[in-house]
């Protein structure tokens, strides 16, 4: 569904994204990962037609995006990282302006912003003016506005960046829904569980090159099932294994206070990157 080929991005003398190749398939769920200024958002943009390379190929569902503005419109949907909905309007009002802006004809509209609307629980919210609603209803309705035109593509920059963990995993639940319709989503995120949960496979960058690929439970595997972390003078060490009765063994060696647990994805991200934190 998506092709990158060498991809690249300059600004002035910086290279925000270094030669990117990727394929996504059809009803992939596909995560984009990386400290600030890896190039995630710079990609997103690129593949939204809002940024031109400075070099390389893009096709999304056989389009060229850079010979085929309308035609790649057409199967894109995007939410991007910061609200953008006009909250001097209410739900129903920015989803009718967006399908006007598609050229939808009425009755079309009328029942796909009634169908979106119940599909992302806001039905009883229709007539209310945007700027009461909180950001996990101001995120919902965005991503009802980017499925209205029925795109084959979604694109979502820091879907659940800024929410609480409960609203954060409601919206986790609706992403996987859109799955389930065959939608091709592609997510760039901060939250490393958000990837690991929702994401059959990840890449991660690191100052605009692709570092790693593959599926979150095969990253981890590369590492070791299981890992052991002890605090030592310098900070916390840990160490990997490949089964729990080796990492038991070893834990018992140790002195001091040691937790054993099974291998995650920010535990390959730090082995990739060195960085604890994403952002």
Not at 20 to 26: E, G, M, R, T, V
Not at 43 to 52: D, Q, S, V, Y
Request: aromatic share 6%; with cysteine; glycine share 8%.
């Amino acid at each position: 569904m998506i092709h990158i080929e060498e991809l690249v991005k300059k600004f002035d003398d910086r290279i925000a994204v270094n030669h990117l190749s990727l394929d996504i398939a059809q009803g992939e769920i596909f995560g984009l990962l990386g400290p600030n200024g890896a190039g995630k958002t710079t990609t997103i943009r690129m593949l939204t037609m809002l940024t031109k390379p400075t070099s390389g190929k893009i096709m999304i569902d056989g389009c060229e995006v850079a010979h085929g503005g309308p035609c790649v419109k057409a199967v894109i949907g995007v939410v991007p990282q910061h609200f953008n909905l006009d909250i001097d309007l209410t739900a129903w009002e920015n989803l009718e302006l967006h399908g006007r802006l598609h050229h939808m004809p009425a009755e079309v509209r009328k029942e796909r912003i009634t169908e979106l609307l119940e599909y992302v629980e806001l039905s009883d919210r229709a007539n209310d003016m945007v700027q009461k609603f909180s950001g996990g209803m101001k995120r919902r309705l965005m991503i009802a506005r980017a499925l209205l035109h029925r795109p084959k593509v979604l694109f979502l920059d820091e879907p659940t960046v800024g929410l609480d963990p409960q609203v954060r995993r409601r919206l986790w639940e609706l992403i996987r829904r859109l799955k389930g319709k065959g939608l091709t989503v592609l997510l760039t995120t901060h939250y490393i569980e958000e990837a690991e949960s929702l994401c059959q496979r990840v890449a991660i960058l690191e100052k605009g090159k692709l570092i790693a690929l593959d599926s979150p439970v095969a990253l981890c595997q590369r590492l070791g099932a299981y890992v052991v972390e002890w605090d030592e003078a310098d900070g916390c060490k840990t160490k990997f294994f490949a089964d729990r009765a080796m990492a038991s063994e070893f834990a018992g060696t140790l002195t001091t206070t040691t937790t054993l647990r099974q291998t995650n994805l920010e535990d390959a991200f730090v082995e990739l990157t060195g960085r604890k934190v994403v952002g």
